[in-house]
């Protein structure tokens, strides 16, 4: 399985502490079956890209040594997008997930987003040529008061990730079920943080999905993730259209 998206380098944002909780975060993902996984790091551009490259650097050279064998990571970042601020980040390209075409974008969490904020998503792919994914949609207030969002961004040619605790999350677990069984997810990642209270869920929601008999489309996802991560062209076919608000799916 692939874990897109982690904060486990050490010391570098509000993840693992240190190398030491960065070491048990991996065999934690290893012993939930993680095959391959990308270092997210948030990045806010309070600092320039040249200094959060380097800040990534020291920080995987620190836990090179306990990645486990037989797992593939690979660098990465998770990118704070809002709006306009983004276009200021002058050598955005080496933000991407392993020198793909693909980068992982962080929406505000504000409970009210400004309308223009897909207009500046469309205008920076556009731009760029680069393909967002959508970090943990199911996290977004807006999207949970209005799920049709969903489909503007897959119009506009972003990917959406969804966090394996949402399949956990008694509040959000109908909703990430219906993603998954609609063709919605093109990413799953455990976003984990820490040891305690955001490790790694990884066989947990598996065990969810298989409870929903939606183990093929769990697969379909892992393969969706290979092919990002190969830089292959990805295809998204919506089954059907979510429209309703997330209290139809409770
Ligand atoms: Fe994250």
């Known amino acids: 399985m692939i874990d897109m998206h982690t904060h486990l380098l050490p010391a570098i944002d509000d993840g693992a502490k240190d190398a030491q909780t960065a070491a048990?975060?991996?065999r934690l993902e290893q012993e939930q079956g993680v095959k391959e996984l990308v270092f997210t790091p948030h990045f806010y551009g309070d600092v320039t890209t040249e200094t959060f490259l380097i800040n990534r650097q020291n920080a995987y050279e620190k836990i090179r040594e306990f990645v486990p064998q037989g797992m593939r990571v690979r660098l990465g970042a998770e990118v704070y997008f809002s709006g306009l601020r983004l276009a200021q980040f002058g050598q955005f390209d080496s933000l991407n997930?392993?020198?793909?075409k693909y980068?992982?974008?962080?929406l505000p969490y504000s409970t009210v987003w400004p309308k223009s904020i897909l207009y500046y998503l469309e205008r920076w792919m556009n731009g760029t040529g680069y393909v967002p994914i959508i970090a943990h949609v199911d996290r977004y207030i807006e999207v949970l008061k209005e799920p049709t969002l969903l489909?503007?961004?897959l119009e506009l040619g972003c990917l959406l990730q969804v966090n394996t605790s949402a399949f956990i999350n008694r509040r959000t677990r109908s909703f990430a079920l219906a993603m998954l069984k609609n063709g919605y997810v093109q990413a799953l990642g455990t976003d984990t943080h820490d040891t305690q209270n955001r490790a790694p869920t990884y066989l947990q929601a598996k065990a969810v999905v298989e409870k929903a008999g939606l183990l093929a489309e769990w697969e379909q996802a892992q393969t969706t993730m290979e092919r990002i991560l190969?830089?292959?062209r990805i295809t998204v076919r919506v089954k059907k259209t979510i429209k309703k608000c997330l209290g139809k799916y409770r």
Do not use: A, C, Y
């Open 103 to 106: 980068v992982m974008l962080e």
């Open 151 to 153: 489909n503007r961004f």
């Open 230 to 232: 190969e830089n292959q």
């Open 97 to 100: 997930i392993d020198g793909t």
């Open 24 to 26: 048990e975060l991996l």
